[in-house]
């Protein structure tokens, strides 16, 4: 790996900081989020007045980050903690100054911020008045949040990120986008107006950071899960194909090469659906394509998708493959508690095609596993997730080594424990366990996870050394 290469974690802040409603801050769509369970767990959700409370804690938490060797930390910027209400004329100035405080603690401890600029934290008045990014007034209204961050952190921030997972939105459209179906609207019709919107919004924001700080690098990001076909089948492969290009490849499509793809057209075409995209704004995602300095993406595990047998018509068959609910497994590989099936060269996988697909820099800004974790006697000996590592960055090694990939940086989901995106507390990430139970606060002390003292050996050897042989 080379010198440089920037090894760290990443959290989203909305889902750690808790300071509900403190010096400011608005609500927003994670803390009014409706949770839907994950299939066959029980529903166990916080709410977010403390979460593990990052807000009055991330002086030690980035102590933590810093014993641990970061070079970089990816984090948010709660938009509702900026602009409560998001149409405000004037931003909060205690939300700006949390960040840049934030951000000069940890230059001061030598580490990159990486930001995020919207992370399921948009403003609910957003949502509840204008019916978030559906609406190309909260475009604007985003635009001129984007400004206000950037002009104020311009020259302290290098790396910066336009918006969380943003295939996400047609999918989770209230947590990811703001955003509900209207009454009449087709789930397709959804997905090809929000899909162009925060087309547009990247876009929108890309100009605003290149043009505020031209030193500034920015990137666009997705969740990418990619699809294998169930079978070697031709109609599962045409199915696999579809899907992603539908879910994995549409906004980095249009994020470089500055329009709607061909394929992309056609599914609006064979549905006749109309969306409004302007010719100010056809331009603005045509400039922007030049301006776009990496792709990064978070990687969880891989799908598999089939087709549907008993679907005859051309255009409701991509629907149900687009929208499916089947939770197909793969076979060849297990899965931790929630489901989620472990695929370590499918990151591998990842890395080579879209570095092939887009001739861009890389970077892996989540990647990491939930694991249902108790303290015994002030530890956690979490080898499960060790393991996970292990492999994960194994692959990535071959992938930037063997394969050539131009790979920025390694961001491991998380630092710390905190909320998972359904709420649950149970589902931690972090290597660093934060003393609370889903329904007792308790002290929310720290306490280090044996995978902290592993993941600091990875990185001081910058990742020659991945054996587990930690004494704990």
């Known amino acids: 790996m080379k010198k440089d290469f920037l090894w760290g974690a990443a959290l989203s802040n909305v889902q750690a900081e808790g300071g509900y409603l403190e010096d400011g801050k608005g609500l927003n769509v994670y803390d009014t989020l409706v949770v839907t369970p994950e299939k066959g767990i029980a529903p166990m959700f916080c709410d977010t007045a403390v979460a593990t409370d990052h807000y009055h804690h991330y002086k030690e938490d980035i102590d933590l980050m810093a014993e641990m060797g970061f070079k970089a930390y990816r984090f948010s910027v709660v938009w509702s903690r900026i602009h409560p209400m998001g149409d405000d004329e004037q931003p909060n100035e205690k ?128 969740g990418h899960a990619p699809f294998y076909p169930l079978t070697c089948q031709s109609d599962d492969i045409i199915m696999a194909d579809f899907k992603n290009k539908m879910h994995n490849y549409l906004p980095f499509d249009i994020m470089t090469n500055g329009e709607l793809p061909d394929y992309f057209e056609n599914f609006m075409k064979n549905r006749n659906i109309h969306v409004e995209l302007s010719d100010d704004e056809r331009k603005v995602i045509k400039e922007s ?88 006697n002030g530890k956690i000996y979490d080898d499960e997730r060790i393991v996970y590592y292990q492999k994960h960055i194994n692959s990535v090694k071959r992938a930037v080594e063997h394969d050539g990939v131009d ?44 995978s902290f003292y592993w993941y600091q050996k990875v990185i001081k050897t910058n990742g020659e050394d991945l054996k587990n042989d930690i004494e704990y």
């Open 95 to 222: 939300g700006l100054a949390y960040y840049e405080d934030m951000i000069d603690y940890l230059l001061e401890k030598g580490i990159e911020p990486v930001v995020s600029l919207v992370h399921f934290d948009m403003p609910d008045h957003l949502l509840r008045e204008y019916n978030g990014f559906l609406n190309k007034k909260v475009i604007d209204l985003y635009a001129k949040h984007v400004e206000t961050v950037v002009t104020r952190m311009k020259g302290k921030v290098k790396y910066w990120l336009t918006y969380n997972e943003i295939n996400l939105a047609p999918y989770q459209s209230d947590l990811v986008a703001g955003v509900y179906r209207p009454e009449g609207m087709s789930q397709s019709e959804l997905f090809a107006q929000l899909s162009v919107n925060t087309a547009v919004a990247h876009a929108r924001a890309v100009e605003v950071i290149k043009r505020v700080d031209p030193q500034a690098w920015v990137g666009g990001m997705i």
């Open 289 to 376: 394509s030049q301006k776009v300095d990496y792709l990064a993406f978070s990687y969880y595990r891989s799908n598999v998708q089939a087709s549907f047998k008993d679907i005859k018509d051309l255009n409701e068959l991509e629907d149900a493959v687009l929208f499916d609910t089947r939770g197909l497994k793969n076979p060849h590989y297990d899965a931790n508690e929630w489901g989620w099936q472990i695929d370590e060269e499918g990151l591998r996988y990842s890395l080579i095609d879209l570095y092939q697909r887009y001739h861009k820099p890389l970077f892996i800004v989540e990647n990491g596993i939930g694991i249902d974790e108790k303290l015994e």
């Open 407 to 450: 790979l920025l940086g390694y961001l491991a989901w998380s630092p710390i424990d905190f909320l998972s995106s359904h709420k649950e507390i149970r589902k931690r990430y972090g290597f660093v366990y934060v003393n609370r139970d889903f329904d007792d606060l308790l002290d929310l002390k720290r306490y280090k996870k044996k």
